[in-house]
């Protein structure tokens, strides 16, 4: 069985930083594209940031650009996003999604992802 599993989420103040890790189980992840999507309160969920499956390409929203980091560890088959500089409008419940696909151009669509974590909540204070 396929899993996907967030952790790293909590309460933090404006300013600071947080890492949120996402650990595949039930199957290899090393040749899928890995991406993190949010959806905060009354919203739809949006794109975060993406890594293709060799790392060597990245790509972020433009309101996290500059603060957050993607990045993945295929031997452990885990992805990473650090925030930093968090702000009150980074609240968001956070998803980590695999697209068994090699194609970039998919990497902000959320229908191409076929597994995905259970959420895990950020919220930031002001």
């Known amino acids: 069985q396929v899993q996907l599993v967030e952790s790293g989420g909590g309460l933090v103040q404006a300013g600071g930083s947080l890492r949120l890790s996402c650990a595949a189980s039930g199957r290899t992840f090393s040749s899928y594209t890995w991406a993190w999507f949010r959806q905060a309160p009354g919203k739809e969920r949006e794109f975060v940031a993406a890594i293709s499956w060799g790392g060597g390409s990245t790509d972020y929203a433009d309101s996290v650009k500059g603060r957050f980091t993607i990045s993945r560890d295929n031997a452990k088959d885990t992805v990473y996003l650090r925030m930093g500089s968090l702000k009150p409008e980074d609240t968001a419940v956070y998803y980590c999604?695999?697209?068994?696909?090699?194609?970039?151009?998919?990497?902000?669509?959320?229908?191409?992802?076929?597994?995905w974590g259970q959420g895990t909540q950020v919220t930031v204070s002001s």
């Open positions: 999604a695999a697209n068994p696909t090699r194609l970039w151009f998919q990497r902000v669509d959320e229908t191409k992802y076929d597994y």
